[in-house]
């Protein structure tokens, strides 16, 4: 029957993952539920505030709004996917840097869309950096700290001579 | 790790980079929802989609989908968990007992039935559809004035009407002070409802080992041991063989204080079925039934002299509490913070206050960020009222009424010691810093173009956590316990009886600690929100109490513990422990640095060498201090606000946005500047885009994202800080900061919004709707 | 909020889509972009007992120029209309109008297909087609296609000409005339939001400068997108100054029948809406040559 469980075969974080998922299992709860990567939250399960932000092929997407079937033989990050070897993307470190979280909650989606945003637009103006993030919700830190984030990023990855290198390389 | 502005050794002041960010960076945060336990399965609510009915329910269809372990309704539970019966002993209060599952009626639309038990979340909510109600609806009781009507349906039969609490207050000769009055000034302000929306929702985990008897419940809760002692009361488990513990929560603005009804019913779940039970909220859930905030409705009486001194003011409050009261805190507790700090710095003396609290086919009132907010907005949308009425500057209103430094110690209408407070000062460097006379002619120049700017401004102070007497008042006052242990290796464990969800506790305290004792900042641990390990405390996280009294008795506790060392120290190096100082974890006679001893040798000596040391000498290295405030401490803030106001589409731009705020000395000034935003931030989405709808009906209509707006970088323009700290005269100078932003801001930018309209605005929220209605521009409906 | 079950196919061609319409059309939703239809099912709104996963069948993921405008395969993702210099060189206004959808995590995986056959009356894209006088083309479980215009596909509130077994499959946007200004104005309660009120417009000019090509199309202020025959008239004819347009915008009320919600009152919506077809009007105007 097509509601039974699927057999899923997916790239994430660089490595081969598989797993059994009904259709209606969200791609969200694949990742946390059946491969153990919660770094990946549940805010809203509506497509409204960004937590559950990961990237699928490169872009941007909530998880919460794609079934874990049509991530089959793609490729995926999570926030768990950033850092490589220990050492922090210059995204998190800018957000650490600029206490750019309180709670936490909102954080690694907040992550994954300025990544993916500084991927595609490196050294944006200022008047880019809110649109960008507007697609993520924080209830804690009034964002203006995030915003400074995104910058104190850019700054670093453009002063950096080389990235650390990710678990998975995407192209743009 | 970066450290600013601090001197070697002393990280009080410094914006130390948290500790609490790796993990939350890397996604290996802990959230309730990321905990699993084998063998567990899920729960999911079904709730009323009716807000008055009464019900009967089957089940059987629900039970029987297979992967459904159970399914209980009311019925189910009697015997299993006791009925609720919030505290009502305050003096007007009427008892409103009822169950955790809705048992013969429902009372608001998201009222909880029935618990289904399953192997996932994605079967619970399958059998939930399957479970059959009849719903037989009762006429609705949609908002205050319908509950104030004596003719209402009453929610509570055996309370007979929907009022849960009524009570009179008089301060000071209130008649005198209205026979002499001037002018006397009448505004009614409504206060809307609005909802915390923390950005995890609530949920919790149960387990029960049945070979022990004991109950673990991980829960995503700012007072754990509030939930333990409920818990056990309402499932009649021994105290003891309860172990609440809170790992990482994702904000919760006061959400997360109460033991609700759910906590009882997960627990109950996993005690009568043997398995653990996880519950997580979704976010309809949270928007519906979570619980909502700040509906009030006030109406002043202001006598005020022609020059703005307001001689006495009357109070009539209505809280709209909802159709249930939440374990443990009475709502009409919330009308009496209001009562207590509406005079805020103000110094008039004559004082009446009328409190209502009603019941109406609502979610129950939940605690939110400052939740007594309304008595700042009302004080301050009152100044400006007055000003205009009496054709004065709204500046001068408040200098004419706030009380001076050189007043201080200073008692309020109400009885409360005003002292140490900087409220005024705020306001002049506030007001310094705006350049109002500038602003007044650009006004002019743009009004004349057609373009609304307006500027408003505000000015509290709130009790952070506040002196002797107004704990004493509040019945609160507990002491709040810390405990410093200082390891075998030299490295420190810091036990804090706070819950931090976002406060940034682990970094603070380790930082207050680490000045205290001369060690490294990373050499310390903040252990937290485990029943089982840790001080009681009854409150939690919140209040804006954790900077004084966490950080108190963290403070002290370190001093407790620092004697033991010096002692020993002393007599190892020969010298008076008056004589020695600790610097990065070394212990030296002062001048003369070569005669040291590492605090890891002390440690070692004193956990696994004590016959190396003098008799009498402690076993371990641990100082507890139970800590009372102190002084207490307030903390207050001006808000400044422009705005610009599209005529067009009603729509509201926050050009400049500027807080002078004074909490005391800073532990950490990017973690002040961060509860400041925030705060600010969630005022800004009060007043311009959240509101908690219900209708006529009592449907709710406001249960999703879409629907229930929270901003988001676009909408919060940058705050700028200024800072004044009211210089120490006890070492603990940390004043709490946490809900000041969310008191503040909504007067700041209503007063703005009605001085580039010209309108007076006594109603909240203020979308571009009622923007253009308030313009005249479009008819109200 | 999971979704009920349901079976799942993910076909990689139209053909297949086709057979699978045949067998499951009453019981079926076709899934493109998710951002509208998963939310749906996540509040159990809507139970489809099958869903059709159209994100693998390629040959509808296309953006094609031609002379006379653009081609657009109903899986083509609004981000790369976004991103698209064909799109931008034949039709700006569409260009300019796909930046407001929503966010970009949304425009991401959200389809141009998607978002017309959903048609909810607040979006961006439903007016720009109408403003652009997009046509449909439809193609039928049994095979047969039809080509509807904008007014003949929008129906109703979230309702469109499409049956349970018809598959919105091509659009086609003609490029907007030589040298037409255009203009894409819309406001909404925070960033990304539906629209409480937008307007796409177009203004033509003649070789006298009066307006000979007068389109306006509005969202958020009716039932489906639309557009106002009363504000075109006005203009039509006439040069295009402060005192036409507003006369002109003036009578966009007769051509809208604004909904009242949590958002915003109809009032609202009649007077913004107004004061909305007025600046496009004029930004339009000047942007003609």
Not at chain 1, 145 to 166: G, Y
Not at chain 2, 49 to 54: E, G, S
Not at chain 3, 88 to 100: D, F, N, T
Request: glycine share 8%; net charge negative.
């Amino acid at each position: 029957m097509a509601s039974k469980k699927q057999m899923i075969e997916l790239t994430v974080n660089g490595v081969h993952r598989e797993g059994l998922a009904e259709p209606r299992r969200t791609l969200a709860d694949f990742l946390r539920d059946d491969l153990g990567l919660t770094g990946t939250h549940l805010g809203c399960e509506h497509g409204v505030c960004g937590a559950c932000t990961v990237l699928v092929n490169g872009e941007a997407v909530r998880s919460c709004l794609m079934f874990a079937v049509q991530a089959n033989e793609q490729e995926v990050t999570t926030i768990e996917g950033l850092a490589a070897g220990g050492k922090l993307h210059p995204v998190q470190a800018a957000f650490w840097e600029c206490h750019g979280m309180q709670c936490g909650f909102c954080t690694p989606g907040f992550v994954m869309s300025v990544y993916a945003f500084l991927k595609e637009n490196p050294d944006p103006r200022e008047e880019e950096i809110r649109p960008a993030l507007s697609g993520n919700l924080c209830r804690c830190t009034g964002y203006q700290n995030i915003v400074d984030a995104v910058r104190l990023a850019s700054e670093k990855m453009q002063a950096a001579a080389s990235e650390p290198v990710l678990v998975t390389e995407q192209a743009v | 790790m970066a450290v600013s502005g601090s001197v070697i050794g002393n990280y009080v002041g410094a914006s130390v980079k948290r500790v609490e960010d790796p993990r939350f960076l890397t996604g290996q945060g802990r959230y309730i929802d990321d905990i699993m336990l084998p063998n567990m399965a899920y729960a999911a609510f079904l709730r009323s989609p009716y807000p008055h009915a009464r019900i009967t329910v089957d089940a059987s269809e629900a039970r029987a989908l297979p992967g459904v372990m159970a399914v209980f309704t009311a019925a189910d539970l009697a015997g299993v968990v006791n009925p609720i019966l919030v505290d009502a002993s305050l003096p007007g209060a009427k008892p409103q007992p009822h169950t955790a599952l809705a048992s013969d009626k429902v009372r608001f639309v998201g009222d909880p039935i029935a618990i289904v038990v399953a192997e996932s979340r994605y079967v619970a909510e399958d059998a939930v559809d399957l479970i059959q109600v009849d719903y037989d609806p009762l006429p609705p009781v949609p908002n205050m004035e319908v509950a104030l009507d004596p003719a209402s349906t009453p929610l509570y039969e055996e309370v007979g009407d929907n009022i849960a609490y009524h009570d009179t207050f008089t301060y000071g000769d209130v008649d005198a002070a209205f026979s002499s009055a001037d002018r006397v000034i009448t505004e009614t302000f409504r206060q809307h409802r609005y909802i915390n929306v923390p950005m995890e929702t609530r949920g919790s985990v149960a387990t029960y080992d049945t070979a022990t008897g004991e109950l673990t419940y991980y829960a995503g809760t700012q007072a754990h041991n509030a939930t333990r002692f409920f818990l056990g009361a309402q499932l009649n488990l021994p105290g003891h063989r309860i172990r609440v513990i809170a790992p990482d929560i994702g904000g919760a603005f006061g959400l997360k204080f109460g033991v609700y009804r759910e906590d009882m019913l997960v627990a109950a779940a996993a005690i009568k079925t043997g398995r653990p039970v996880k519950w997580i909220e979704d976010r309809r859930e949270n928007l519906t039934a979570g619980g909502h905030a700040r509906e009030e409705t006030l109406t002043l009486d202001a006598a005020v002299k022609s020059d703005g001194t307001i001689l006495g003011l009357k109070v009539k409050m209505t809280l709209d509490a909802g159709a249930y009261q939440v374990m443990p805190l009475n709502p009409a507790l919330f009308t009496m913070i209001v009562r207590l700090v509406l005079p805020g710095p103000y110094r008039f003396q004559n004082y009446a206050f009328d409190a209502t609290v009603v019941t109406t086919n609502k979610a129950p009132y939940v605690a939110y960020r400052g939740p007594w907010a309304v008595e700042t907005w009302v004080r301050e949308g009152m100044a400006d009222i007055i000003a205009k009425e009496l054709g004065l500057d709204p500046v001068e209103v408040r200098r004419k009424n706030i009380v001076t430094k050189e007043e201080q110690p200073y008692k309020s209408a109400v009885g409360i010691a005003i002292d140490r407070v900087s409220a005024r000062e705020t306001l002049e460097r506030a007001v310094e810093l705006a350049d109002i006379p500038r602003f007044r002619e650009e006004q002019q120049r743009l009004r004349a173009e057609g373009r609304l700017v307006g500027f408003g401004l505000a000015t509290f102070i709130e009790p952070a956590p506040g002196g002797a007497d107004y704990m004493a008042m509040l019945g609160a006052g507990a002491k709040e316990v810390a405990t410093v242990r200082i390891e075998p290796t030299g490295h420190v464990t810091v036990y804090t009886a706070q819950v931090p969800h976002g406060q940034s506790h682990e970094t603070t305290l380790a930082q207050i600690v680490a000045t205290e004792l001369g060690v490294p900042f990373e050499h310390i641990k903040v252990v937290h929100g485990d029943t089982q390990m840790g001080p009681f405390t009854l409150s939690g996280t919140g209040g804006s109490r954790a900077a004084t009294m966490a950080s108190g008795a963290a403070l002290f506790a370190s001093r407790e513990v620092k004697k033991q060392v010096l002692q020993i120290a002393g007599a190892m190096l020969e010298a008076s422990p008056d004589d020695l100082e600790l610097a990065n974890s070394m212990i030296s006679v002062r001048g003369v640095p070569q005669k040291a001893i590492p605090l890891a040798q002390i440690a070692m000596l004193v956990y696994l060498a004590p016959g190396h040391l003098p008799p009498g000498s402690p076993f371990e290295l641990v100082g507890t201090f139970a800590y009372d405030g102190g002084e207490g401490g307030w903390a207050q803030a001006t808000h400044c606000c422009w705005v610009e106001i599209d005529p067009q589409t009603g729509k509201v731009d926050i050009t400049r946005y500027l807080v002078v705020e004074d909490c005391g000395t800073m532990i950490n000034p990017a973690v002040v500047e961060g509860q400041v935003r925030g705060g600010t931030a969630q005022g800004i989405g009060g007043v311009l885009y959240e509101h908690a709808i219900y209708d006529e009906n009592a449907q709710f209509l406001t249960s999703t994202f879409m629907d229930y707006l929270v901003p988001t970088a676009m909408e919060i323009p940058p705050i700028e800080i200024e800072h004044l700290e009211t210089p120490p005269i006890s070492p603990v100078n940390f004043r709490g900061v946490g809900e000041g932003g969310a008191i503040c801001a909504p007067p700041a930018i209503i007063n703005a919004i009605s001085d580039a309209l010209g309108v007076k605005i006594t109603q909240q929220p203020l979308p571009p709707t009622r923007i253009l209605e308030l313009m005249g521009a479009i008819p109200a409906d | 909020m999971k979704p009920a079950p349901f079976d799942y196919f993910a076909p990689t061609s139209v053909d297949e889509v086709r057979d699978l319409l045949a067998q499951y059309g009453d019981d079926a939703k076709i899934l493109a972009g998710g951002q509208s239809l998963v939310p749906v099912m996540a509040l159990r709104l809507a139970q489809p007992s099958v869903v059709i996963d159209i994100n693998h069948v390629h040959e509808l993921d296309y953006i094609r120029a031609d002379a006379h405008g653009l081609a657009i395969g109903a899986i083509t993702r609004h981000r790369a209309v976004e991103r698209s210099t064909l799109v931008r060189e034949k039709a700006p206004l569409l260009s300019a109008g796909v930046e407001w959808i929503g966010h970009p995590q949304i425009r991401n995986r959200a389809t141009v297909g998607g978002s017309l056959a959903h048609a909810d009356p607040a979006a961006e894209l439903p007016a720009l087609a109408a403003a652009l006088e997009a046509t449909f083309t439809v193609t039928h479980a049994s095979g047969t296609k039809r080509t509807l215009k904008a007014d003949d596909f929008f129906v109703s509130y979230l309702t469109t000409a499409l049956a349970a077994d018809d598959l919105l499959s091509d659009i086609y946007f003609p490029a907007l005339p030589a040298g037409a200004g255009w203009s894409f104005v819309e406001v909404a309660r925070r960033h990304g939001d539906f629209a409480l009120v937008g307007v796409a417009a177009i203004v033509g000019l003649d070789g006298a400068g009066n307006c000979s090509d007068v389109r306006v199309a509005l969202f958020g202020v009716a039932p489906t997108a639309v557009r106002s025959p009363r504000a075109e008239q006005a203009l039509l004819g006439q040069q295009p100054g402060e005192q036409a347009i507003a006369a002109a915008a003036a009578e966009v009320a007769g051509d809208i029948e604004p909904p009242a919600d949590v958002h915003a009152s109809s009032a609202y919506r009649i007077y913004v809406a107004t004061n909305l077809v007025r600046r496009a009007l004029t930004e339009a105007a000047q942007r003609a040559q």
